[in-house]
């Protein structure tokens, strides 16, 4: 149902995956090592999957002490 | 500690949910933490509104994103009851918050606390066994691309973008990892789940990292 020029985007996309799984695949790997490769986000744009997806804030905190908290 | 631990074993874990096209991992994270330790407390697991999360957390920005210690802290200074996911149930885009009187019936926070665990991979796994799932922020940047098995690389720790649901670890083979719950389906990943390398703070995994008391 896409038209042509957003399936040629879509596709373009698909293709980047494909090279980012190829890189992504090429670090020595030990055993039971991660695997990367084609899934449900490989036709979206590394900024679509930024947008959609990692939106949560990184917050501060402060450094875990080891004491228990009272109450 | 034990060489490994799952929460997935324990029965206080609801199955893996889809985000779907919305920005709402924080609310889930916060939801499900809060859900396993209603469960710990000995209640029948229940799945509570993300959606309520979602529209209500007034400092947040609903699909748009959001921050995990301010959900927590809006909880936590509201006293909202968080109702069944039946009653307000999900539905991927932020909405207009539905507001319940305090009789009804909802689970409430009564407490929790913000850490950052850089560098005290034992001591969040204590924290993790001994308190139940952690809420923590990852760096899931390539995770775009991950099919499964450890992931040992290709994460900094310095950009946590994603909330997800710290749930167990595995120290007995040769690379120990976390076992790691997310929000994008049982197609994503583990059927769902990821498998972080313990050590280095891979994925920025403890930085920081929330847990949750009831």
Known sequence: ?71 | LPAKFDWRDEGVLAPVQNQQACGSCWAFSVVEAIQAAHARAGSPLEQLSVQQVLDCSFRNQGCSGGSTVWALSWLNQTRVKLVPQSEYPYKAKTGICHFFSQSHGGVALKDFAAHDFSGQEEAMMGQLVSCGPLAVTVDAISWQDYLGGIIQHHCSSQHANHAILLIGYDTTGDIPYWILQNTWGTKWGNEGYAYVKIGGNICGKYDPCWFIYM
């Open chain 1, 1 to 71: 149902e896409l038209n042509t020029e957003e399936f040629n985007r879509r596709h373009l996309y698909f293709q980047d995956a494909i090279k980012r799984a190829a890189y992504l695949n090429s670090f020595p790997a030990a055993p039971h090592s991660a695997k990367y490769g084609i899934n449900q986000f490989s036709d979206l744009s590394l900024n679509e999957f930024r947008d959609l997806y990692l939106r949560a804030s990184a917050d501060k905190a402060p450094p875990y002490s080891g004491e228990k908290r009272e109450g």
